[in-house]
């Protein structure tokens, strides 16, 4: 089992950037494939961006595709999200996820453990 805990999120501007982290605690991280979803008031939680075990492969959803980067470090446990060129379409809470059978990145159902989420405010 793994814990996962999300933090920096926050207010920005449209065209700023954010950089998100995931900790985990528990099992090592390295053990998962991890993701990013996002849910918007009144909108269904959508994928963001996914990265393989090791790192070597990413996915990104087509809406953030060029603007938004994954990348984990295994050894600090820890899984970033780097956002630029904000938009107020982004603006949601973002979450991020862990699958240890691994799953479609892009599906929801896929992950087993779910952190409390983040919130991303992006100002016009």
């Known amino acids: 089992q793994v814990q996962l805990v999300e933090s920096g999120g926050g207010l920005v501007q449209a065209g700023g950037a954010l950089r998100l982290s995931c900790a985990a605690s528990?099992?090592?991280?390295?053990?998962?494939?991890m993701g990013w979803f996002r849910q918007a008031p009144g909108k269904e939680r959508e994928f963001v961006a996914g990265?393989?075990?090791?790192?070597?492969?990413?996915y990104y959803a087509d809406s953030v595709k060029g603007r938004v980067a994954i990348s984990r470090d295994n050894a600090k446990n820890t899984v970033y999200l780097q956002m630029n060129s904000l938009k107020p379409e982004d603006t949601a809470v973002y979450y991020c996820?862990?699958?240890?059978?691994?799953?479609?990145?892009?599906?929801?159902?896929?992950?087993?453990?779910w952190g409390q989420g983040t919130q991303v405010t992006v100002s016009s």
């Open positions: 990265i393989s075990r090791s790192g070597g492969r990413t």
């Open positions: 996820a862990a699958d240890l059978y691994g799953g479609s990145y892009d599906s929801s159902s896929a992950y087993e453990y």
């Open positions: 528990g099992r090592t991280l390295g053990s998962y494939r």
